[in-house]
């Protein structure tokens, strides 16, 4: 898929990965709508994506991926402003094992509401021009994050909605492609403050630590460089990248035919 033209909607695109993710899209020619609840970090960076890149590509909406209303208006205003939507990345999400409700809400909810709602505008078959998403799950989307586990639970669930969506997208010609990307551990804001974020796991945080020192910690840009590779290749429906400092893997899932 060339990007020249395309339309993307980025969720959690303030900082960290959605922000590396922002900037590779405009950097290959797409224009881009920045879905975050920060509105005062989204507003600054998106004052220097129109420096960068011109004053028309680029558009912020305040929106909270736990509301449906708000996801909705969101891509609404998204096609009023540009035409339509072509790429949709479900990046938004957060570590709190103690607010584990909303981190379900947010990590795995967030992705199902915002994934239904893009079928109105993407699937060919009530009129889209059907597309790409990408979602952002996690290297603990495929095994356990013993510190963490409902983040673990929301992120096995981001891997399996998004390999299902994949094959009914495929059985019903919707045209929509489905992919996951599974980072290890990436140095963003998400990594700050881990003790509290734990809650009842803190005691875990220095077995943790251990595996951060083993698997290294990547940086936002080259997460965003796979996200590019899942967009553009469009070989690619029902993937889970798997991103580490040392490589990426496309996974081998068992077969169950
Ligand atoms: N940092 C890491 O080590 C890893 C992060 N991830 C995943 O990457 C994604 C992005 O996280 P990071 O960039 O690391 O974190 P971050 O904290 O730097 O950025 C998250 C962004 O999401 C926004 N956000 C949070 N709640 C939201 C909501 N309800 N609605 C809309 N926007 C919301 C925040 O305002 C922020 O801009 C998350 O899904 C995270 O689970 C995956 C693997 C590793
Ligand atoms: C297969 C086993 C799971 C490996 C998971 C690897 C990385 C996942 C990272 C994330 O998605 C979330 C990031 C942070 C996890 C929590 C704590 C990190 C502690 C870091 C520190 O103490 O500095």
Redesign the pocket.
Known sequence: MVLTGKTAVV??A?????KAITEILLQNGAKVVL????ET?AKSLLEDLRKQHGQDRTLFLS????SEEQIKAAFQKTVETFGGIDILCN?????NEGEWEKTVS??LL?VIRSTYASLQHMNKLTGGRGGVIVN?A??AGLGPLLSCPVYTATKHGVVGFTRAMAAASAASGYGIRYNVIC????Q????DNITLKLGQFSHLEDATQQLVEVLGILT?SEVAQCVFELVTDETKNGEALMIFPKGKQYITFPSMQ
């Open positions: 969720t959690g303030a900082m960290g990965i959605g879905l975050d609840v920060n970090a929106c909270n991926v736990e990046n938004a999400g957060i570590l947010i990590n967030g952002t996690s290297m980072p290890s551990f990436v963003t804001e998400l990594l936002p």
